[in-house]
């Protein structure tokens, strides 16, 4: 059982339309990053949120985490070719302390068709 | 800043065989983490280290180790290799901070072929 649960796991869209990927556990997170990585190469990180209720923006992408710290969103608006990439969403487990120790969720791979 | 290095990018052993992944961190970051991405599995933490000691460690068998050295660069091994281990192999640093959130930056990976 994944203690970080994405959804959905793919996503094949159209350039221009919006989307949402969800990133849900029944645990509490002290605080959840979300990262693009691209075929061969390793995951870049795009935000952290750390604060239930938190929104975050960066260009298109809007970052939002649940008020009681257990699930977070990530919504695209106008989606662009560029934007194509397997999205992963990454947490520290409340109660870890002061850890390296980020638990992934399985990720969602999104393509976005000319 | 430079970022995240490893090397090599790329290696092809036998089963059987062990195999020595290298990692350097951003100047400055002390922490460094190691994960195995696999298409089955995703991404899987195996170790932490800090400051040349291991803080933390995931369930991987005992053939997967670690260390870190006093400038922070960082190493992982994996003894007798199986034909599962073959992955991407990720290190990850990030900047300790008393009381404060962790951002993890990585680099581009080690792929792994075991054949």
């Known amino acids: 059982t994944q203690l970080l649960e994405q959804s959905p796991q793919f996503l094949s869209i159209q350039e221009g339309e919006n989307l949402t990927v969800y990133c849900n556990s029944s645990?509490?997170?002290?605080?959840l990053q979300w990262y693009r990585q691209e075929p061969g190469e390793g995951p870049v990180l795009l935000v952290t949120?750390?604060?239930?209720?938190e929104v975050k923006k960066l260009k298109r992408l809007t970052f939002q985490f649940g008020d009681a710290r257990k699930d977070s969103s990530l919504h695209i608006t106008a989606a662009q070719t560029g934007d194509t990439g397997l999205y992963l969403c990454?947490?520290?487990?409340f109660g870890s302390g002061n850890t390296g120790k980020l638990i992934f969720g399985q990720g969602t791979t999104l393509q976005v068709k000319p | 800043k430079a970022g995240v290095t490893q090397t090599p990018r790329y290696l092809i052993k036998t089963r059987g065989q062990q195999v020595t992944l290298s990692c350097s961190p951003i100047?400055?970051?002390?922490?460094v983490s190691w994960y195995q991405q696999t298409p089955g599995q995703g991404l899987q933490f195996l170790f932490e280290?800090?400051?040349?000691?291991?803080?933390n460690k995931g369930n991987f068998p005992g053939r997967f180790s670690g260390r870190q050295f006093s400038n922070s660069r960082s190493e992982m091994n994996v003894s007798t290799l199986e034909l599962g281990d073959s992955a991407l192999y990720l290190c990850?640093?990030?900047?300790?901070?008393?009381?404060?959130?962790?951002?993890?930056?990585f680099g581009p990976g080690t792929r792994l072929t075991v054949l």
């Open positions: 990454a947490g520290v487990k």
């Open positions: 280290y800090f400051s040349e000691t291991q803080r």
């Open positions: 645990s509490v997170f002290s605080s």
């Open positions: 100047s400055g970051h002390r922490s």
């Open positions: 949120v750390v604060t239930g209720g």
């Open positions: 990850a640093s990030s900047l300790v901070v008393s009381g404060g959130s962790r951002e993890q930056y």
